[in-house]
Nanobody, 115 residues
Framework: VQLVESGGGLVQPGGSLRLSCAAS????????MSWYRQAPGKERELVAAVTSRGSSTNYADSVKGRFTISRDNAKNKVYLQMNSLKREDTAVYYC?????????WGQGTQVTVSS
């Protein structure tokens, strides 16, 4: 199993970024996928999740209306479009799925929102 995030970087407040997660080693289309984030000194938190077919999504209250999670099962990828970024969105963002009670994580991608 491998999850590889990309797309992070430095962006000004109000800007946008699109994160990608490339998945391999499992039947991607069978599993819900999630994005989590962890800011310095804070616990890892769920940001957004999407069902296996992409028909349903849910978001943390702090990102509703600004972030959009989506997936492409043909490409084995899940995305996180982040708009209207705020300083408090600064964190390492992780791709995740759970299989048989075990959580799988990517290495994370750093998002820094700063002027």
């Amino acid at each position: 199993v491998q999850l590889v995030e990309s797309g992070g970087g430095l962006v000004q407040p109000g800007g946008s970024l699109r994160l990608s997660c490339a998945a391999s080693g499992f039947t991607f289309s069978s599993y819900a996928m999630s994005w989590y984030r962890q800011a310095p000194g804070k616990e890892r938190e769920l940001v957004a999740a999407v069902t296996s077919r992409g028909s349903s999504t849910n978001y943390a209250d702090s990102v509703k209306g600004r972030f959009t999670i989506s997936r492409d099962n043909a490409k084995n990828k899940v995305y996180l479009q982040m708009n209207s970024l705020k300083r408090e969105d600064t964190a390492v963002y992780y791709c995740n799925f759970r299989r048989w009670g075990i959580d799988y994580w990517g290495q994370g991608t750093q998002v820094t929102v700063s002027s």
